[in-house]
Each structure stands twice: as structure tokens, then as C-alpha cells.
């Protein structure tokens, strides 16, 4: 269902319009900035709450962009009729004054409720619209919570139950199903952050004490970026996540591979990768023809790239794996990060059960690669200042780890699949 279906050169020529006003106070931006369609746009939606949000945008756009036409009109109309144009213009009496013309007057009025009018109703169809999943569609919603921590997301689908272990838990990467209305619960175990995939919907704040929510959906299968948009701290500005929407057929694939306790890798079974390839097939298609044009010189698209991202390494080292998995509850890892089915139990950090086959790590900042990873892992209060795996854990627990270490538990949490 769409709220409201403006024409499409309506959007086309309201962003040409706009990167023209802009490129006046923008000088030396590139391409991208024309075409508008960066990582975090709202110019360029793929969903319809990110839609009915643009119609709004451009509705009010249009209006005002009118008003804008008619007096600069009627200004340049009375800069040249009145202009003095001889000697004796100059020293002549000034023209008629119709000051308090009682039909200029109202007719001024009669417009401005006109044009607040105009704006008003798609604004207030708009918020009732984003307000929650549409009763039409409620049917077929999946359900979503997403918790808002100093400076990272937990996301949880209270509907995929684990034997024994609870619902399922996952961090900074949410995952759901595309052309499907998905309602997301917005909790904060802080301080208040606030919610926004600019491409999909947005923003609502996750407020101390209240149950927030809000819905989005994904028309096709894609990998979008996502950004807390209230300021909490010292990291806010690096408080990111990622959504990224899977057919329906993946999205059952990824929840199956999801619920699995993490993987061990076993020198035997090493070579092969403990997790049966059948399983992951689709993964490897890429049958949406996905292209972010943002990355159009990328080697691998996104969603190509999270998908490569579920396959074990080929050369992974069990000797060295198990090491880090040692290693993870000896440098109190384990206190705060959950690794379901091994030694991780803590809930403070981001779960950690199939880290490795996320796409980002910090909360969506570093690429999820053992170079990153090394990186974070070795000085988290440098790419992230003030995070609180440093300064409640390295200090407090005085963890100091050598490269030989930091080695072994990249391999370990890049094993977990
Ligand atoms: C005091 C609790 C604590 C301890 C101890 C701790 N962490 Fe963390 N860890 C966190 C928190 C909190 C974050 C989220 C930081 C952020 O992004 O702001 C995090 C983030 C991470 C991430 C990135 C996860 C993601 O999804 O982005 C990894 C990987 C990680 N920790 C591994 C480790 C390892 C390995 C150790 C042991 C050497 C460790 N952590 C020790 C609390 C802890
Ligand atoms: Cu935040």
C-alpha cells in the first residue's frame, strides 16, 4: 500500500531543484553529491515509510518553492515597473499607496492557511501511516526488538525460540525479510538513543522506561546502513548498524544457521567447514542482480559481500582456534560476550555466536576482517573512544594481549560462522 503516489518526475525534478541550491553553498562536490544516492540518504528510498516520508519532503518542498516563484515574481514585477527611469522619476511623488488593501489582505490570509493546508493533510496521513504497521498488513508483520546500548544496537526476534537457550539475539546487524512489513520494538538499556535506517524509516528515539516502536520494510532484498541519530555520548557519531533484507527463502536459511550453536572447528572437519555447504546454497546466488550504485566500483556489491561473509575460511587453523577460544575465557572475554554453545555468557557486549559471519564490527564502523578485527581487538579505545569494552573491561580487568593472542582470537571469532 502506498500513502501517497506523486508522480515520479515530481521527485526527479524536486532533487534536481534541490542539488541546484545546494551546489550554491556546496562548492567542489563530487558526482555522488548529484546523483544524491549516498549510503545514508533519504533522497533515494527502498521502502514504503521512507517513501511516504520523501512525499512529505517534497510536498512541503513544492509548496514552498511556489510562494518562492510568486514573490520573487511579483518582487522583480515591482523592481522594474517602479524603477525611476528619467531625471525628473527621481524627484516625483511615489506612486498611489494601497497599503491595507482589505483583498490583498485577505487574500494573503485565504493562501497562507491555503498553502498550511496543503502541507498539513499528507503530514498528518503521513505520521498515522509510520506510526505503526498498517491494519492490512499486520498479518503478515515480523516482529523485531531492537535495545540501544552505549554505542551499540542488540537485536532480538522474540518469535525464533531456541531450545534451551531463549530467543534469538543477535548485534549490530539485523537481518529480515524483504517485500515484508517488519515492526521494530525500540528499547534502551542507557541512555537515549534514537533509531534510523534513512533508506527504510526512520527516526524514532529508544527512550529510558517506554516501549517506542516503529515499522519499515524493504521492497527488495538488499543491505542498507544504519546510523543512531541522537546524541549518547562519547561514540555516538560511531554508533551504526546495518540491515540487511533477504528473500523469503534466505532469510529461513539465515535464521536456521542463526539458532545453530556456535561452531567448532575440529582439525578433521577443518578443511571441509563444519557447516554443511548444501544448506547455505542460495547465499551464493545472486539472483536479485543487487548493485549499489553508491559502490558501483566496489569489487563485491554488499549483499554479495555479506553473503561471502557466511562461508568458513579455506585456510582456517584449528590448533590456532582453539587457542582463542582458551584465550577467550582467560582475558575475560566471556564475562561480557555470549558465544552460545561454548564459554560465552555475559550479556553487557554484543553476542558474539556467529560473529564471523557479520559483515562489520564496533557497531558497524570496521569492516569484519582479521586486519580490523586485529585492530579492535588490540585498541578499542582508539577506534572507538570511551567504548566500554575498554574502559569496563581492558582496565578494569588490566587485559593486556600480545600479537600472538590477538592472533589466536581473530581466528577464533572468525571461525564462528
Ligand atoms: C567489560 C565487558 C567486555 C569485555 C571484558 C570484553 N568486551 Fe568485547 N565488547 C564489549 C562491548 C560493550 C562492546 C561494544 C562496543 C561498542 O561497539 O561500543 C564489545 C564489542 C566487541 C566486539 C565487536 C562486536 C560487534 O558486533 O561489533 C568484539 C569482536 C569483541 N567485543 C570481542 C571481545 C574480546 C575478544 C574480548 C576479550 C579480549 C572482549 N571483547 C572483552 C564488552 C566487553
Ligand atoms: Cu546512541
Redesign the pocket.
Known amino acids: 500500500m502506498r500513502l501517497t503516489s506523486l508522480p515520479p518526475s515530481f521527485a526527479r525534478w524536486g532533487r534536481a531543484a534541490l542539488a541546484l541550491c545546494g551546489l550554491a553553498v556546496l562548492p567542489g562536490c563530487d558526482f555522488n553529491f548529484w546523483r544524491m544516492d549516498g549510503h545514508q540518504t533519504t533522497m533515494v528510498t527502498a521502502g514504503p515509510v521512507a517513501k511516504s516520508q520523501l512525499d512529505v519532503f517534497y510536498v512541503t518542498v513544492w509548496v514552498t518553492f511556489i510562494i518562492f516563484i510568486l514573490v520573487g515574481a511579483v518582487l522583480a514585477y515591482a523592481t522594474i515597473k517602479f524603477k525611476a527611469k528619467t531625471e525628473a522619476d527621481e524627484h516625483a511623488e511615489p506612486p498611489e499607496q494601497s497599503h491595507g488593501n482589505p483583498l490583498i489582505e485577505l487574500g494573503l490570509i485565504g493562501a497562507s492557511i491555503l498553502a498550511l493546508v496543503v502541507i498539513a493533510v499528507p503530514t498528518l496521513k503521513a505520521i498515522w501511516y509510520t506510526y505503526d504497521v498498517p491494519e492490512e498488513l499486520r498479518e503478515n508483520a515480523y516482529e523485531v526488538t531492537a535495545t540501544g546500548?552505549?554505542?551499540?544496537f542488540k537485536f532480538e526476534y522474540p518469535n525464533e525460540q531456541i531450545d534451551g537457550a531463549g530467543t534469538l539475539v543477535t548485534?549490530?546487524?539485523l537481518v529480515i525479510p524483504a517485500g515484508r512489513p517488519v515492526r521494530v520494538n525500540l528499547r534502551t538499556v542507557d541512555v537515549i538513543h534514537s533509531f534510523w535506517v534513512p533508506k527504510l524509516a526512520g527516526k524514532v528515539d529508544m527512550i529510558p522506561n517506554r516501549g517506542n516502536h516503529l515499522w519499515l520494510q524493504a521492497d527488495e532484498p538488499g543491505y542498507f546502513w544504519g546510523q543512531c541519530a541522537e546524541f549518547c555520548g562519547e561514540?555516538h557519531a560511531?554508533?551504526r548498524f546495518r540491515v540487511i533484507a533477504l528473500s523469503e527463502e534466505d532469510f529461513a536459511e539465515w535464521l536456521a544457521a542463526q539458532k545453530a550453536p556456535a561452531r567448532t572447528v575440529a582439525p578433521a572437519v577443518a578443511q571441509a567447514g563444519a557447516l554443511p555447504q548444501a544448506q547455505f546454497a542460495s547465499f551464493r546466488r545472486n539472483e536479485y542482480g543487487f548493485t549499489d550504485k553508491w559502490d558501483a566500483n566496489a569489487a563485491v556489491p554488499p549483499l554479495e559481500h555479506w553473503r561471502q561473509q557466511q562461508f568458513p575460511a579455506k585456510d582456517e587453523d584449528a590448533a590456532l582456534i582453539a587457542e582463542?577460544r582458551r584465550?577467550?575465557v582467560e582475558?575475560?572475554?566471556?564475562?561480557?560476550?555470549a558465544i552460545r554453545g561454548h564459554e560465552g555468557m555475559?550479556i553487557?557486549?554484543?553476542?558474539?555466536t556467529h560473529?564471523g559471519s557479520?559483515t562489520?564490527?564496533?557497531?558497524?564502523?570496521?569492516e569484519?576482517n582479521r586486519e580490523q578485527?586485529a585492530r579492535?581487538?588490540k585498541h578499542?579505545e582508539v577506534v572507538?573512544p570511551g567504548?566500554?569494552?575498554y574502559?569496563?573491561?581492558?582496565v578494569?580487568?588490566n587485559?593486556q594481549?600480545n600479537d600472538a593472542?590477538v592472533n589466536a582470537?581473530v581466528a577464533?571469532?572468525e571461525s564462528l560462522k
Not at 553487557?348 to 558474539?352: I, K, Y
Request: glycine share 12%; proline share 4%; hydrophobic share 45%.
Open positions: 546500548y552505549q554505542w551499540w548485534g549490530n546487524e561514540s560511531v554508533m582463542g584465550l577467550f582475558k575475560t572475554c566471556a564475562g561480557c560476550h555475559g553487557t557486549g554484543p553476542d558474539l560473529i557479520r562489520t564490527i564496533a557497531a558497524g564502523l570496521l569484519n578485527m579492535w581487538l578499542p572507538k567504548n566500554l569494552m574502559t569496563t573491561g581492558y578494569a580487568n587485559v594481549l593472542e582470537l577464533y571469532l
